[in-house]
């Protein structure tokens, strides 16, 4: 069984930063693609960010140029670097992994809350 273990978030202040960690319990190559969704509180999940195993980064409009996603492949674990972190960026944040073969399948962490205010 396939787990993944988010930490790093918090409360932090508008334009402030925040690293997010994804623990894999296996090896993040087995993954066809890894990334991170966030929920804000009456808002359906969104996608934020996520890498391939074909080495394609992708992020969505609205944290382009703030946050950075990463991995460290020797420790199985992905990262969210978010800088210059706004209010609406406050949300549950949640890791995801997906593979293709032999059927799709997604699995995603338990989450971790990210609050931006002052």
């Known amino acids: 069984q396939v787990q993944l273990v988010e930490s790093g978030g918090g409360l932090v202040q508008p334009g402030g930063s925040l690293r997010l960690s994804c623990a894999a319990s296996e090896s993040i190559f087995s993954f066809n693609r890894m990334g991170w969704y966030r929920q804000a509180p009456g808002k359906q999940r969104e996608w934020v960010a996520a890498?391939?195993?074909?080495?394609?980064?992708n992020y969505r409009d609205s944290v382009k140029g703030r946050f950075t996603i990463s991995r460290d492949n020797a420790k199985n674990t992905v990262y969210l670097q978010m800088n210059s972190l706004k209010p609406e960026d406050t949300a549950v944040y949640y890791c995801?992994?997906?593979?293709?073969?032999?059927?799709?399948?997604?699995?995603w962490g338990q989450g971790t809350q990210v609050t931006v205010s002052s």
């Open positions: 890498f391939t195993n074909g080495g394609s980064l």
């Open positions: 995801n992994a997906i593979r293709d073969y032999p059927t799709h399948t997604d699995y």
